[in-house]
């Protein structure tokens, strides 16, 4: 918890705490306070740390939050945008390679696990096409 703490106080040190306290809509002092992890008489809100994390973009007390709980903070690349009528072509490819998976697992009755692999592949291609659709979609 105290490595959270002193994260969530270097996300606010280090991005000018007297800019984002003004961005915040709070105090300078306050936040300086309620960010300070030896300050017992204050504390973050989870309203606060939102909004440190939102106008920062300093990710560290994400990062530290997620390790203490055995996870990765890993960034979301955007993948690059296709013509409509392309990206439509792709995911139709890809859901016509998953239904031809689960068919072909479906055909004995029983679902192996080198079948079950084959379905999670093939349900990841669908959603990185879903993904440059959705991306398609915002330039078009």
Request: aromatic share 2%.
């Amino acid at each position: 918890m105290d490595e959270f703490l002193r994260a969530c106080q270097s996300a606010v040190l280090d991005n000018e705490a007297k800019v984002l306290a003004g961005q915040m809509g709070v105090p300078h002092v306050s936040l300086l306070q309620r960010a300070n992890p030896d300050n017992d008489a204050h504390h973050l809100t989870i309203e606060h740390l939102f909004g440190i994390l939102l106008h920062t973009h300093d990710m560290r007390p994400l990062m530290v939050l997620a390790n203490e709980f055995g996870f990765d903070l890993v960034a979301k690349t955007a993948p690059a945008p296709k013509a409509l009528t392309t990206s439509l072509i792709s995911l139709g490819k890809e859901v016509a390679d998953l239904t031809i998976a689960v068919h072909v697992a479906l055909d004995d009755s029983h679902v192996s696990p080198l079948e079950k692999a084959a379905i999670r592949k093939e349900l990841g291609h669908v959603r990185q096409s879903l993904d440059v659709m959705e991306a398609s979609v915002k330039v078009a």
